[in-house]
């Protein structure tokens, strides 16, 4: 079971950047693929970003191109740069992990139940 711990969340203004991290320890053979979901208040959690172990990427729509996900493979290590945040991006966010490689598709990638392991959580709060 691969251990997932995020940092980096905190208060910003709107149009201010953040960057989170997540740490992965333990059995890390299984984080073939990577995601950062989000959940705010009285809203269900959904992906923003997902990463595989060969670097590809897959956002949700909505981000705008504002998010970008990245990972250091030999640190262990998962990021989520974010920018031009809104008040609409104040959530928890979380790191997750899936057993096995990312599903092929957009769709697939984007739901939430494809991925079985998650950190506690960083907290992201946007002021307008």
């Known amino acids: 079971q691969v251990q997932l711990m995020e940092s980096g969340g905190g208060s910003v203004q709107a149009g201010g950047s953040l960057r989170l991290s997540c740490t992965a320890s333990?059995?890390?053979?299984?984080?073939?693929?990577m995601a950062w979901l989000r959940q705010a208040p009285g809203k269900e959690r959904e992906v923003v970003a997902v990463?595989?172990?060969?670097?590809?990427?897959s956002y949700a729509p909505s981000l705008k191109g504002r998010f970008i996900i990245s990972q250091d493979n030999a640190e262990k290590m998962l990021y989520l740069q974010m920018t031009s945040l809104e008040s609409e991006d104040t959530a928890m966010y979380y790191c997750?992990?899936?057993?096995?490689?990312?599903?092929?598709?957009?769709?697939?990638?984007?739901?939430?139940?494809?991925?079985?392991?998650w950190g506690q959580g960083t907290q992201v709060t946007v002021s307008s």
């Open positions: 997750a992990a899936r057993a096995g490689r990312c599903a092929g598709s957009l769709y697939l990638r984007l739901l939430v139940d494809q991925y079985n392991n």
């Open positions: 333990g059995y890390t053979n299984s984080t073939d693929c």
């Open positions: 990463i595989d172990r060969g670097g590809s990427k």
